[in-house]
């Protein structure tokens, strides 16, 4: 008998509501503040920046939340994505273990972010929103965005930290291809911009400066421009939940249940997607599933952060998050998972993490790409940098299973391909990667500087 290998959902079968893991959490995530007033940010303050229902979703209880129309048809473009039982990685490793990916990266972008970046774009065009910025660093969120907004016939601005712009030329193109305009920043179309290359003309930039001038540029006329966000923030996780909802039909036809779900994370969206249908199971059905969210030990905020209130972006613009973090001005060191390089959690997964209900784990970066280079030899599939990082547990667990002669299942979350990404392969190639020990005192000194508004 053959064995199935892949199993995919019709359109009909397809998922058509949203989770929201708020309604079954235990404690709430705190509300994010103004920081000056240190009050509940309200949602006249967000509506300036943000479409009203994307507002409604982030302060949303309700468990589930319908998926529109249009947005359904768009997602039928790639989704459902195929959830693959991974044999031949199985044999490789040579493990009792049962080990599934979600592959992600079937998306016209590559990667998860499509997935909140159209309903990002469709709540805006219905408001009858005609400008999107956003700031971009490796461009993985700009060209999903690109793409979301080529579908409603939105006008996108995207700045582009200046560094990545000069160095990463594949996914501007990929951005110009999808309409958008593409600003390298700092920019002199900003305040902003304009400040820091007074200060210094060879300035590289910085996600932060890119963040400053898209919230800038939207706040100029916000009845037509809004600004948008590819993680971190609540409705993003929310808009994620499809994958982890479709994998939970998915693993059923397997006639399988995972022991253990495994995601990447940068701010959460990709973890967040695969992993809270799973702690449904845990709050609802009384099952007991592991689930782990996957960073690098070089910028460990889940595994050696503190959970306190802090800026989303490095330079202090944003409202304060409760979240956990490394303190916003902590530079971490510059490895090549672009993507998860962010230095705090969005405010679900923290309260998640500080109530015990999920967990963390870090891995060096040697290991992450050794691992990705397994599951590309062994499934065919070169994986993005990031998603390398929940490879590399699934690998840990797997292993661990064998040592303990435990028949474990395993599912882990392949968040994008690596075809865009090769140069970083390039230099593990070239042996010019290396493990980065971070020392504490780095740590506790961003960590110092923060207001400590939870006492
Ligand atoms: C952006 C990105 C990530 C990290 O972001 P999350 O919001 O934590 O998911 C991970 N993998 C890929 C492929 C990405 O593009």
């Known amino acids: 008998m053959t064995k199935t290998k892949k199993f995919l959902l019709t359109d009909e079968q397809t998922p058509k509501q949203w989770y929201n893991i708020v309604a079954d959490m235990p404690n709430k995530p705190l509300p994010p503040l103004n920081p000056k007033t240190k009050k509940p940010i309200t949602k006249e303050e967000m509506s300036v920046l943000f479409a009203e229902e994307l507002i409604d979703q982030e302060m949303s209880t309700e468990r589930f939340i319908d998926i529109p129309e249009q947005v359904q048809d768009l997602y039928k473009i790639w989704r459902s994505t195929p959830l693959v039982r991974a044999y031949a990685l199985e044999k490789a490793l040579d493990t ?11 998306s016209p972008a590559g990667s998860h972010k499509p997935n909140t970046a159209i309903p990002q774009a469709y709540y805006n065009y219905k408001q009858g929103v005609k400008h999107l910025t956003t ?8 060209s999903a965005i690109a793409l979301a907004s080529q579908f409603f016939g939105l006008d996108l601005k995207v700045y582009m930290v200046k560094v990545s712009y000069n160095q990463k030329p594949y996914r501007k193109l990929m951005m110009n291809a999808w309409g958008a305009d593409v600003i390298p920043s700092p920019s002199t179309t900003t305040q902003a911009g304009l400040h820091a290359l007074a200060q210094d003309p060879e300035c590289s930039g910085s996600l932060g400066l890119a963040i400053s001038e898209a919230v800038e540029v939207a706040l100029k006329d916000p009845s037509t421009t809004k600004y948008c966000l590819g993680s971190v923030l609540n409705h993003v996780l929310l808009h994620q939940t499809i994958i982890g909802e479709e994998a939970c039909m998915q693993m059923e036809m397997a006639g399988d249940e995972p022991d253990i779900v495994i995601g990447c994370f940068g701010g959460g969206s990709n973890f967040a997607g695969i992993g809270f249908p799973f702690l449904k199971k845990n709050f609802t059905e009384g099952k007991n599933i592991r689930v782990i969210a996957v960073e690098p030990s070089s910028c460990p905020k889940l595994t050696r952060g503190i959970f306190q209130y802090d800026f989303g972006d490095t330079e202090g613009f944003t409202p304060l998050l409760p979240m956990y973090t490394l303190g916003h001005d902590f530079q971490p060191a510059d490895i090549h998972a672009g993507g998860l390089r962010y230095h705090g959690a969005g405010s679900i997964v923290s309260q998640l993490l500080k109530d015990g209900l999920i ?3 870090s891995v060096p970066q040697l290991e992450t790409f050794a691992a990705g280079l397994t599951f590309a030899k062994t499934e065919g599939i070169i994986p993005a940098p990031e998603s390398t990082h929940a490879i590399a ?9 064998k040592e303990e002669g435990k028949e474990k299942t395993i599912l882990f979350n392949l968040s994008g391909h690596g075809m865009i990404d090769l140069f970083a392969y390039e230099q593990y190639f070239a042996g010019k990667l290396q493990n980065y020990d971070l ?3 780095v740590i506790r000194k961003s960590i110092d500087k923060l207001d400590k508004i939870i006492k």
């Open 393 to 401: 547990v699934a690998v840990r667990e797997a292993l661990k299973a």
């Open 439 to 441: 020392p504490d005192e």
């Open 135 to 142: 700031e971009t660093g490796g461009g993985q969120w700009g």
């Open 96 to 106: 009792p273990a049962k080990i599934y990916y979600k592959n992600e990266s079937v």
């Open 359 to 361: 967990e963390a784990q």
